[in-house]
């Protein structure tokens, strides 16, 4: 079965502070995507990385990084030096293949919401 | 301008009254889903199109339908809403399943 876990529910931090975000997967495929999204509070969701199963490489994107590691199927998100603007919903997902082996839909995790103080 | 338009933003109904929600997309995409967002529980997909005429169900189907008549329209039906289906609603379009848009979503409330 697929599925994603991300354990924490909320968080919060003070601006400036870096803060992770977790993301656990389950995936008996060999190839298959990683994402992530972001939910500010006007609700839309907005696309923020897709990484390919078989580039572990991390990246950075300015404050964003992610670390990807097949070993412990885990893919998470590290906001460096927060702030408010970062405060939403983070989402992780995994994609998701049909019988015939192509992706038919995402998998998405429970979410995280992350509120940074001023 | 690329986008993803879902109609209405803002939806309040009652129990056992039927309600589109549309949904077009400007990108030629051939795949389209629609998706509901609860609390605790993240995003479902509900149904999905690979292309005009072909559509299949999602995990959570029940009490929904769909038509895939033109690449850029996706409306999602309710033909008795019930209290449970109140929720915010997304729908979706790529190339594939791998790359998508998604829309401003729907929130509906059935009372």
């Known amino acids: 079965a697929q599925k994603v876990t991300q354990a924490q529910t909320e968080i919060s931090v003070v601006e400036k502070e870096d803060v992770t975000l977790d993301c656990v997967y389950e995936?008996?495929?060999?190839?298959?995507?990683l994402f992530w999204y972001k939910q500010p509070p006007s609700g839309e969701l907005v696309f923020l990385i897709r990484?390919?199963?078989?580039?572990?490489q991390n990246e950075i994107s300015g404050r964003y990084s992610w670390n990807f590691q097949k070993s412990t199927s885990s893919f998470n998100f590290t906001i460096t030096a927060s702030q408010v603007v970062d405060s939403a919903v983070y989402f992780c997902?995994?994609?998701?293949?049909?019988?015939?082996?192509?992706?038919?839909?995402?998998?998405f995790g429970t979410g995280t919401l992350l509120a940074v103080q001023p | 301008e690329a986008q993803v338009t879902q109609n209405p933003r803002y939806l309040i109904t009652v129990t056992g009254k039927k309600l589109t929600v549309t949904c077009s997309q400007n990108?030629?995409?051939?795949?389209m889903s629609w998706y509901r967002q609860d609390p605790g529980l993240g995003l479902r997909q509900i149904y999905y199109?690979?292309?005009?005429?072909?559509?299949d169900k999602g995990d959570v189907p029940e009490g929904y339908k769909v038509s895939r008549k033109e690449k850029r329209n996706f409306p999602l039906i309710l033909e008795s809403p019930s209290p449970n289906q109140t929720s915010l609603y997304f729908c979706?379009?790529?190339?594939?399943?791998?790359?998508?848009?998604f829309g401003s979503g729907t929130q509906l409330s059935v009372l």
């Open positions: 997902a995994l994609s998701g293949l049909d019988d015939g082996g192509a992706t038919n839909k995402l998998i």
């Open positions: 990108m030629n995409h051939e795949y």
């Open positions: 990484r390919n199963s078989f580039d572990e």
């Open positions: 979706a379009s790529g190339r594939t399943a791998e790359k998508l848009f």
């Open positions: 199109s690979m292309n005009v005429e072909v559509t």
């Open positions: 995936t008996r495929d060999t190839t298959y995507y």
